[in-house]
């Protein structure tokens, strides 16, 4: 299947900064409830991810990420997911944040 480069427009993806992370053990699979601040036009925005292979809430505070931040909100459990943060399969298919290799200001969108 192909898209054209209108599909890769829908998608807003932007840069944002966790704020805030904790374990989610309500969750299915092990995964990280996430505040991520996207800047003054998108503000604080929540989500879980499976990322306890390679994050311990601790040390995401501070991180910038990349997510989708145009999808409707989806009820995983007890959290509403604003948007969906992105990532990438290790060899072993764990997931590894996708994130600017310089801090850069948030809400920049992914062009």
Known sequence: MSASFDDFLKLDIRVGRIVEA???????????????????EIGIKQSSAQITAHYDPATLVGKQVLAVVNFPPRQIGPVKSEVLVLGVPDPQGEVVLVAPDQDVPLGGRLH
């Open 22 to 40: 904790e374990p989610f053990p309500e969750a299915r699979k092990p995964a990280i409830k996430l505040r991520v601040d996207f800047g003054g």
